[in-house]
């Protein structure tokens, strides 16, 4: 929890116990405007570096995430209230598993990239693709240290520029980022953290960034979309999701099940990727039902702290107590069976007993509305059409599963669902890859993180043609003034012979292409 002590500070509170953990300062507007300049001066050094020895002072930050592992899933757990072996996967080893492939991959990624020309073959085309300058960094509270720290690694190695606002619930985890850069030796002007409220972040973008990427929820993405749009900012948004898994008979029960349960309750059901409602066939329903419900009851609800202590960690930010039990009631209230959770708060921190709905149908606002909490709604459908249907009826479109032993249905049924991934048999897991591009479709935003794309979207792409061969050029192009009979003569030839229809026509086409 973080409560406003005055204008220019804030507190960071433990939400597994309500204990303080620190008071921040918020920073001013004229305070992140200095930040700006100080980093935009940085950058013009780093800029100039070659992408391998960026890649090679990047590269010593994985010493040190390695070596301070514990202590960063210390801190993630405090003020997140996840437990701390989630930190670990959910946080750390993430970041490593993108730092190790982005070290190695971004001299590839970003060579110069040849453009195959149909036509004018005395010239040739190739990509370059340069820094932005300072890319501004959003970064929200489920994952405080994931996040920023890989957002901010993709930028470093495209060669621009970081600050990072991260969310005034959980910012000390995006200040441990910029501890470890500074052990790294990464130039300590380079990135930056600005903590503080939404009014920081509103600061942020005023100071005008190069590209800003933001986490976090849709209404929020849409006031950061506007306002870089009036700023003529390009911006990568990740906003909600509310991701259905479609479950056919033919599905191995155990796994699925154990999956659902994974995918649904990790993080305390707050991931933009959780499985936030089951559409199962009917001859599967009942048994993977009543299996998920067992499954859920036997997970431990408790303090963060102390390893192994707990399956299920405290929820983050207040409101989502608020948003999930309303969810639970009103589906209740509506017929659904609980068949496991649904008994609101417990205990002296933010804990939610993880919820198991079944009987659901798309009256009840836990179908539509995103949950981002430990609720798993079933709803029974007649076939595979129908759960297709159901699941495209969504403003959000991030994710999805689909599961079946039959993997070329499954594939059939993932290319049919509207959302940026798909994961068959399987969960969570292509949030955090950094091979795999993450982003959304609908209300769920734009562009990608992570993934070759990603990196390449850090960068201004810039197009460079030029003659193919050396040697003197000819003093004019037969296209060039002056314009004369004759050479419209030659123009509605070569249209003939390029584009039309004949045989001369055609083998012309393939001989160029």
């Known amino acids: ?63 040190v995430l390695v070596r301070r592992a514990p202590e960063l899933a210390e801190t993630v757990s405090r003020e997140n209230g996840k437990p701390r072996q989630e930190a670990l996967l959910h946080d750390v080893g993430p970041s490593l598993a993108v730092l190790e492939y982005f070290v190695h991959e971004a001299s590839r990624i970003l060579a110069p990239e040849r453009i195959h020309l149909a036509l004018l073959k005395h010239r040739k085309s190739y990509l370059v693709y ?67 409220l939404g009014e920081t972040g509103a600061a942020l973008i ?13 209404a929020t993405g849409r006031r950061i979309g506007v306002a870089c749009a009036e700023r003529f900012i390009p911006c990568t948004l990740e906003l909600g999701g509310k991701a259905p898994a479609v479950v056919l008979d033919d599905a191995d029960l155990e796994r699925t099940a154990h999956a659902l349960v994974w995918g649904g309750f990790a993080n305390a059901g707050q991931i933009c990727a959780s499985v936030e409602r089951v559409y199962c066939t009917p001859g599967i329903y009942e048994p993977l039902l009543s299996r998920v419900a067992e499954l ?61 709905l079944g009987d659901c149908h798309h009256e009840m606002r836990v179908m539509k509305e995103e949950a981002f909490g430990p609720v798993v709604p079933f709803m029974k459908v007649a076939d595979a ?77 810039r197009h460079i043609n030029e003659p193919r061969l050396p040697g003197p050029l000819p003093k004019r192009e037969p296209h060039w003034f002056p314009y004369t009979e004759k050479s419209e003569r030659r123009i509605l030839k070569f249209l003939k012979t390029f584009f039309g229809g004949s045989a001369p026509a055609r083998l012309a086409r393939w001989l160029l292409s």
């Not at 070659?50 to 090679?56: K, L, P, Q, S, T």
């Not at 600050?163 to 002007?189: H, N, Q, T, Y």
């Not at 005023?206 to 849709?218: N, Q, R, Y």
């Not at 209230?333 to 933010?350: I, S, Y």
């Open 130 to 196: 340069q820094p932005k300058g300072v890319v501004a960094v959003i970064s929200p509270w489920n994952f405080p240290f994931f996040l920023p720290a890989s957002d901010t690694i993709l930028a470093l190695l495209a060669g621009n520029g970081v600050i990072i606002k991260p969310s005034e619930v959980c910012p000390r985890s995006a200040l441990a980022v910029k501890s470890c850069l500074d052990e790294a030796e990464i130039d300590p002007e380079l990135v930056q953290v600005v903590t503080g």
């Open 1 to 63: 929890m973080s409560a406003i002590q005055d204008q220019t500070q804030f507190e960071v509170r433990n939400p597994a116990n309500g204990e303080l953990i620190e008071v921040l300062p918020v920073h001013s507007r004229e305070e992140v405007h200095a930040v700006m300049q100080r980093v935009r001066a940085a950058q013009k050094r780093w800029a100039r570096l070659a992408i391998e020895d960026r890649a090679a002072a990047v590269g010593r930050l994985r010493e």
């Open 385 to 461: 059409d129908e759960a297709v249907s159901r699941a495209n009826e969504s403003h959000l479109g991030l994710g999805a599963y689909v599961f079946a032993s039959d993997l070329e249905a499954a594939r059939r049924i993932a290319e049919r669902i509207e959302v940026g991934s798909v994961m068959i048999n399987d969960v969570i897991l292509h949030g955090g890859l950094p091979e795999m591009p993450w982003g959304g479709i609908k209300q769920s935003g734009h562009g990608v993180a992570r993934s070759d794309r990603a990196l390449k979207e850090l960068c201004h792409a």
């Open 296 to 356: 859920t009851r036997a997970l431990k609800i408790g303090s963060a702290s102390g390893a192994g202590s707990a399956d299920i960690g405290a929820i983050t930010f207040p409101r989502q107590v608020e948003i999930t039990t309303s969810l639970v009631e009103d589906a209740r209230q509506k017929g659904a069976r609980v068949l496991a959770g649904g008994t609101g708060p417990e205990g002296r921190g933010r804990f939610l007993a993880p919820t198991v």
């Open 206 to 218: 005023e100071a005008a960034p190069d590209h800003l990427v933001f986490t976090g929820s849709v």
